[in-house]
């Protein structure tokens, strides 16, 4: 009985509840034996557990299911570790083959901010990096938000009215965000939700979830959105090597770099997530068992060498290169202001980088910050506008001299910005 009550401990920490203020850490071992195990058997528990050795788990659970039966035990918490046990080895056996570029163990408090997202990716990072002045209005909300490439749409958990973290999504227009609304599809699920991160597709989402479905801590799940339903269809684990008993999450694809990035806090010491960035696969490609043995198909579901995973790649050089541009350009450049520009032949450009010539890309630039001028401009001057209403008719009066002169200022810029934009249709027709 040792044995399993050891087991429980080992698994448990991955299955146990998170609570919200302290949802990345890893759950410590719950062991319900008053005496300390002898260290051998703990040592055969945790080898078991590290090792990824779920189908021997399953068989020893179930000996001590047997043999608390005959005693008129309760088994019910045994069960349900040997239905996690069998969850896990049936992930095991459909493991993903992915290329890993790099590694990176940082602070857990600051992780977002080591994430180098292309900006036609759209933005990942926290509330307060994302909504430096308040613009979305609020209180509680998860670790990391992501805001669209065309910054008009916002997802980020926040507290349903049981308390749990829930995905919500808020939209932009006229210089305003609305009020956030959970996700239909996902509100309903139990355990909190959080690390969103939509494809370019704009129907695509991988989040975190904690959730009895998964390995224990949080998983990384995929879902997609169903717009002749209005909600989301039933996530899918997307399994290892991304998901582990520990915690996983932030899971992101930047399709324009062909960059993939997610953190897990699995062999970490408190405090440290480990960031793995990787090569994503047009289409999921397993290991198949003819082909490797049972501890390569482990070693690879735990990221025990990323080297290991390098071997024969045809795109690491690129990728590498890519990847190394990215963290040599600030952040803030990495996964700055959005741009969207359509020509008259109705091609869209999504970065300044995309455009054909040196001549283009500084009309382009020049073009976006007179845009980004002007939407602030307008939203200053709706503002202005409703306290006008709200005013009475001395406040009206100090006001209104103000309002003219930023009107004319609005006038003025939408001429500047339809002048930039014009010119750069030209630009990028010449080069047809």
């Known amino acids: 009985m040792k044995k399993t009550l ?15 203020d302290h949802r990345m850490e890893t759950p410590a071992q719950a062991l319900t034996a008053t005496a300390a195990p002898d260290e051998d058997e703990r040592t055969e528990a945790e080898r078991l557990f590290d090792e990824y050795r779920f189908d021997e788990a399953a068989d020893l659970l179930e000996d001590d299911i047997a ?4 005693r008129r035990k309760p088994t019910e918490e045994m069960e349900r570790l040997q239905l996690l046990a069998l969850r896990a080895a ?23 901010d080591h994430y180098r997202i292309g900006r036609d990716a759209g933005r990942v990072g926290t509330y307060r990096t994302l909504f430096p002045k308040g613009e979305l209005q609020l209180g509680r909300c998860g670790q990391s938000a992501f805001v669209n490439e065309l910054g008009d749409m916002a997802y980020v958990a926040v507290p349903d009215t049981s308390g749990d973290l829930k995905l919500s999504r808020a939209e932009r227009a006229g210089g ?21 991160f939509v494809m370019a597709d704009g129907i695509t989402l991988y989040y975190a979830e904690e959730s009895d479905e998964g390995l224990g801590g949080y998983d ?22 991304f998901n582990s008993p520990a915690n996983d999450y932030l899971y992101a694809i930047d ?12 062999n970490q010491p408190a405090g440290k997530v480990c960031i793995y960035t990787f090569i994503p696969n047009p289409s999921r490609e397993t290991y198949v068992l003819t082909e490797y043995n049972a501890d390569e198909v482990r070693a690879a579901a735990r990221i025990a060498s990323v ?28 996964q700055g202001s959005s741009f969207s520009f359509i020509t008259a032949d109705g091609r869209l450009f999504t970065s300044v980088r995309q455009l054909p010539d040196a001549q283009s890309r500084k009309l382009g630039e020049q073009w976006s910050a007179a845009t980004t001028q002007l939407s602030q401009q307008r939203e200053q001057l709706d503002q202005m ?7 009475d008719a001395g406040g009206r009066q100090q006001m209104t001299s103000a309002i003219l002169k930023l009107e004319k200022d609005v006038e003025r810029l939408e001429t500047q910005a339809d002048r930039l934009a014009s010119q750069l249709r030209q630009a990028v027709r010449a080069k047809q």
């Open 176 to 196: 305003q965000w609305s009020r956030t609304r959970a996700l239909a599809g996902l509100a309903e699920r139990t355990g909190n939700q959080d690390f969103p």
């Open 220 to 241: 990384i799940y995929v879902t997609r959105y169903n717009s002749d339903d209005e909600r989301f269809v039933k996530p899918e684990n997307i399994g290892m090597p």
């Open 255 to 266: 399709e324009f770099n062909n960059l993939g990035w997610f953190a897990t806090d699995r």
């Open 385 to 391: 506008r409703r306290s006008y209403a709200a005013a």
């Open 90 to 112: 049936s992930m095991l056996d459909a493991t993903e083959k992915v290329v890993f570029i790099d590694s990176m163990v940082v602070d857990k408090q600051q992780f977002v």
């Open 67 to 70: 043999k608390a039966k005959r």
């Open 307 to 334: 080297a290991r995973t390098q071997a024969g790649s045809r795109k690491l050089a690129e990728a590498k290169a890519v990847l190394a541009q990215l963290r040599a350009e600030p952040a803030e450049a990495a």
């Open 6 to 20: 050891i087991l429980a401990g080992s698994l448990l920490l991955g299955a146990m509840p998170v609570t919200a």
